[in-house]
């Protein structure tokens, strides 16, 4: 750690105290399993996600917070009063477990092992949430005076098309400024597109056999030269076949879809490309002061020297103004967010949390 303040190093000595009780209330959050399921007249999204926002809320009145419901699709829990707000934006639902079998640990326990917290959502997104409303908790115990409404967001659709965000966007106003807990540090000013396509026809094993057996050398043979000078190439992220179909998925730079689409096609000959979904890369300015803010205050805490960065990830960022990617995953981490025994290390909840104490504390020293 360098360059912190005597009020930064009292945030870290107050997470350290708090630790306990962050690890209890992630526990009982990983006991929901806010899947997403039936829509209900007062539960868009099913009823555990809807009771994993009702448990968030209840932790916030509990710790002395305000808190408010926005339709039952988020809700947020405050401190300060201002016009415009810092926003923070996490995510409780969780996708399927899937075969539990394949877990050691049962997935909606949350089970220590070794300094580990395993369950559906420890990492993706209910710990790295906790972390950031324990953040907001230790500036409020430290007797901080905000200058800004200070919100932690709490979603409930973030991994079935983040309709909530939707929603919540069009009955409050964005914020003024703020961050996502649910990518990687350090600060990530821009997200890449997807693009998913099903194949279909009479020749789908002649096709993937020339074309997509070998992920390494896709992009060769499709003719896949898509690159901007911010994300760089054109990533290949799944290219699987059924009896029925293929489905190849990409993670995109700037490009014109119909562009990519066109050379798939051109491959394909006498078989079906369907584009399914596609969704266009989101960018914040690189030279923004919330990107550079950050991204300064997680190099002080970590003594590293990273410059900001881009990722392959969709988060609420992509579509949400005035907020980036900001943790949680640290530099060379692997993704295992949707995997059996998802699991987050209680050493890095605490340096997340402490990282965004302090990021906090620094946005809410800016101008408005």
Same mark, same amino acid.
């Given at each position: ?7 930064? $190093?009292?945030?870290?000595g107050?997470?350290?105290? @708090?630790?306990?009780?962050?690890i209890?209330?992630?526990?009982s ?22 009771? %994993?926002?009702?448990?968030?809320m209840?932790?916030s ?17 405050y ?8 926003? +923070? ?7 399927? %477990? ?13 089970? +220590? ?11 993706? $997104? ?7 409303f ?10 901080? #005076? *905000? ?6 967001? *709490?979603?409930? =659709? ?12 069009e $009955? ?20 890449? /597109? ?12 002649? *096709? ?5 057996? =070998?992920? =390494? ?16 190439? +054109? ?31 051109d491959?394909?000959k ?8 596609y ?29 900001? $960065?881009?990722? #392959?990830?969709?988060?609420?960022a ?12 640290f530099? /060379? ?15 890095? @909840?605490? =340096?997340? %949390? ?15």
């Amino acid at each position: 750690m360098k360059d912190l303040s005597e009020f930064e $190093n009292k945030l870290i000595g107050e997470i350290d105290r @708090l630790r306990d009780n962050l690890i209890d209330d992630i526990i009982s959050l990983i006991e929901i399993p806010s899947v997403k399921g039936e829509a209900k007249k007062d539960a868009p999204y099913g009823p555990y996600p809807k009771k %994993a926002l009702e448990k968030a809320m209840e932790i916030s009145k509990r710790e002395g917070l305000e808190t408010h419901f926005v339709g039952n699709h988020m809700a947020y829990s405050y401190l300060g009063i201002s016009d415009e707000y810092i926003g +923070i934006f996490g995510h409780l639902d969780v996708v399927e %477990a899937g075969n539990k079998d394949k877990w050691a640990y049962p997935p909606f326990e949350g089970t +220590i092992i070794d300094n580990r917290i395993y369950g559906r959502g420890a990492l993706d $997104n209910k710990g790295p949430s906790m972390a950031a409303f324990y953040a907001l908790l230790a500036l409020k115990n430290l007797g901080y #005076t *905000f200058n800004h409404q200070v919100r932690m967001v *709490f979603g409930s =659709d973030e991994e079935s098309g983040m309709n909530d965000l939707k929603y919540y966007l069009e $009955n409050e106003k964005p914020p003024l400024m703020g961050f996502v807990p649910d990518n990687k540090f350090p600060a990530i000013f821009a997200e890449r /597109g997807r693009a998913e396509f099903e194949i279909t026809g009479d020749a789908l094993n002649p *096709f993937y056999e020339d074309f997509l057996s =070998d992920k =390494d050398k896709i992009k060769e043979k499709l003719d896949l030269d898509f690159e901007d000078g911010t994300f760089g190439q +054109i990533i290949v992220k799944l290219a699987e076949k059924n009896d029925s179909s293929i489905r190849l998925v990409l993670s995109t730079p700037e490009i014109e879809i119909d562009d990519l689409t066109k050379k798939i096609e051109d491959k394909a000959k006498d078989i079906n490309v369907k584009l399914v979904k596609y969704y266009g890369p989101a960018r914040k300015s690189r030279d923004s002061l919330l990107v550079s803010r950050l991204n300064q205050v997680y190099n002080d805490y970590t003594g590293d020297n990273i410059s900001p $960065n881009t990722t #392959t990830g969709m988060t609420y960022a992509h579509y949400c103004p005035n907020v980036i990617g900001f943790g949680p995953s640290f530099p /060379g981490q692997n993704g295992i967010a949707h995997l059996p025994d998802e699991w987050i290390d209680i050493d890095d @909840l605490l =340096d997340m %949390a402490k990282i965004y104490a302090i990021g906090i504390y620094r946005l809410d020293k800016l101008k408005s």
